[in-house]
């Protein structure tokens, strides 16, 4: 699958860098030299989004993921499997993993000498689930260490660009 069939299939928001589905929101703010580009590849969000077809993924009973969001810079193309679920994280994991292996299949077969980063991110905003730690290492096999999240923060951009989190406290004196 040439990139430009991605950019041509009908998934691409033209100007978007936010995205919202049944109340919750996913975002980025691009600063000066990044290029952001959302798909909305949802099928009952987006019917005129070709790219399930493409892939494979349009068999009865097989889910993807909601977005893809591709995220470049000068040394690093990324590209962002996000899934936006208020519940069953379990389901989402299963729907960017999905969405993946398809596109990684498709994508290296025509285009086997071209690279990218693959991530995921999963944005809920229910109360995390006990299998969590479960979630997260399946990710982890797929995506690789840092390439993954699950979280209820809608800003993206740390993420993709690899920043790490911090948790807000108090500071030391020293």
Not at 58 to 81: H, P
Not at 105 to 111: H, L
Not at 141 to 165: A, W
């Amino acid at each position: 699958m040439p990139f430009n069939t991605l950019l041509l299939s009908g998934c691409l928001l033209p100007g978007k860098t936010s995205h919202r589905e049944d109340g919750i929101e996913i975002r980025i703010e691009p600063v000066s030299g990044e290029t952001v580009l959302f798909f909305s590849i949802d099928p009952e969000k987006n019917p005129s989004c070709k790219l399930r077809q493409l892939l494979g993924l349009d068999q009865v009973g097989m889910k993807s993921c909601d977005l893809i969001v591709f995220y470049a810079t000068e040394n690093k193309n990324i590209i962002c499997f996000v899934e936006l679920k208020g519940r069953k994280i379990e389901n989402a994991k299963e729907q960017v993993i999905n969405t993946y292996t398809y596109f990684k299949k498709v994508f290296k077969q025509s285009e086997p000498s071209l690279d990218f980063v693959p991530k995921a991110y999963i944005i809920s905003n229910s109360s995390l689930p006990k299998e969590m730690d479960k979630y997260k290492q399946e990710l982890k096999t797929i995506f690789g260490e840092g390439n993954y999240d699950i979280n209820r923060d809608p800003d993206l951009g740390s993420f993709l660009r690899g920043v790490q989190y911090r948790p807000k406290g108090k500071r030391k004196r020293g």
